[in-house]
């Protein structure tokens, strides 16, 4: 039955605010600005708020003890430092973490909420935090939960760098946090969340400058200052933005494979009729800084009876060849509804023996937190309230 918005009827606009949270220093500078600063003060407070925003983490304004209290009323009546709301919060029998964040967009208020997953993954030498980048996904991935999520919005850069200020400090990883007490944690004397990737939900590079602006962010020496060698994009193949990343970003590649023909990857990775495996592998060529020292890593889901031949496993190594690469052999992860079964361990470990005989680094990734659905191609939100039309429908109207 079709739904028919009243807009008239839409809350009524509320004011805007801009947060500070996904700002880099440009942005910083031009918001103080504003106040009618000097530019030798504008420089000090910009690394001021840097300071407190990404390497403190702090929420609240009253809490930024060097800037004048008259400055911080200011702040506070033009800017907001948004964090989301924990709807949930799930720990798995492996340690695993698995949060619902919803956020609410500050300069677009009228606006219903929305809710996007982001999981931790603790492992005695790293912790790795999956961060998304979008709220849904188009691209249909038929092996894929969250392809299941139609497309509601692309993430800002502040939400995306927000995912990981939540996750820290939900983790004890801020100055002075206490680290939670059940489940694994990196041995002491690591950071709690010693990795990012971007492989939660959506496509990265169908939100590229907002992905872009968050990794540098998350690299930024000063601030939360992950190495972009521990920082990982994850695409299914946007080729025209591969180059990009790799020059703008420096960060770590890797690519949704999940078949060796174009014939199978047309149906398990549908943006593959765009752009077929020819280009996507010339791309992978062609990436900046590509060496043994900076391999991409290729993923590969076990599909039983569809990719997991030793033909396949033959087929992937000659295709690969003269790429500097690492491939992550995923047991696919069930979800409701899915009309995949994971391969045989046997079969894993036959096609690992000839991944790992042509030269390649190949671990088969141990399945984590299957149990709260946060593994790899299980991440959904539950709250699917509106679809993309009918949000844009309520932009215009205000």
Same mark, same amino acid.
């Not at 504008?42 to 840097?50: A, D, E, G, N």
């Not at 990794?215 to 000063?222: F, I, P, Q, T």
């Not at 079969?347 to 790992?356: M, P, S």
């Given at each position: 039955m079709a739904v028919t918005l009243d807009l008239a009827a839409a809350t009524p606009a509320v004011a805007k605010k801009q947060s500070l949270i996904g700002m880099d220093r440009v942005q910083l500078s031009e918001a103080l600005a504003s106040f009618g600063l000097t530019e030798k003060q504008?420089? @000090?407070?910009? %690394?001021?708020?840097?300071n407190w925003l990404y390497v403190n983490g702090v929420t609240d304004f009253d809490d930024m003890l060097n800037i004048s209290k008259g400055l911080r009323e200011q702040l506070k009546e033009k800017f907001v430092l948004n964090r989301p709301e924990i709807v949930s919060e799930q720990v798995s029998s492996d340690g695993t973490r698995k949060w619902l964040f919803?956020?609410? #967009?500050p300069e677009q208020p009228n606006m219903p909420p929305v809710d996007v997953e982001t999981v931790y993954i603790p492992e005695e030498d790293r912790g790795t935090l999956c961060v998304s980048s979008q709220v849904g996904c188009t691209l249909t991935c038929t092996f894929c939960h969250t392809g299941t999520q139609k497309l509601v919005r692309n993430l800002t850069a502040g939400e995306i760098v927000s995912q990981v200020l939540m996750a820290r400090e939900r983790l004890g990883d801020f100055p002075g946090g206490t680290r939670p007490t059940d489940g694994v944690v990196p041995k002491k004397g690591l950071r709690t969340i010693t990795n990012v990737v971007m492989m939660g939900m959506g496509e990265p590079l169908y939100n590229y400058e907002h992905v872009k602006q968050a @990794? =540098?962010? @998350? %690299? #930024?020496?000063?601030g939360i200052s992950l190495s972009k060698r521990r920082i990982t994009l994850s695409t299914s193949g946007v080729v025209p933005f591969i180059e990009k990343v790799g020059e703008e970003t420096g960060v770590m590649l890797a690519i949704s494979l999940h078949a060796v023909r174009d014939e199978l990857r047309d149906i398990?990775? $549908?943006?593959?009729?765009?752009? $077929? =495996?020819? !280009?996507?592998? !010339?791309?992978c060529r062609d990436y900046p800084g590509l060496s043994n020292a900076k391999r991409i890593t290729f993923e590969y889901v076990m599909l039983k009876g569809i990719n997991d031949s030793i033909a396949d496993a033959k087929a992937l190594v000659k295709m690969l060849d003269g790429i500097p690469a690492k491939i992550n052999l995923i047991p696919f992860n069930p979800w409701p509804g899915s009309e995949y079964e994971c391969s045989s361990w046997a079969?894993?470990?036959?096609?690992?023996?000839?991944?790992?005989i042509a030269g390649y680094a190949s671990p088969v990734r141990t399945p984590r937190g299957?149990?709260?659905f946060a593994a790899c191609g299980q991440l959904k939100s539950e709250t699917e309230r509106m679809t993309k039309k009918d949000r844009d429908a309520i932009t215009a109207a205000h």
């Open positions: 504008i420089r @000090m407070r910009v %690394s001021q708020l840097w919803r956020f609410t #967009d @990794m =540098l962010l @998350m %690299s #930024d020496g000063e398990l990775v $549908p943006i593959n009729k765009k752009y $077929p =495996l020819e !280009q996507l592998l !010339q791309a079969q894993i470990e036959k096609f690992a023996d000839v991944v790992n299957r149990d709260i």
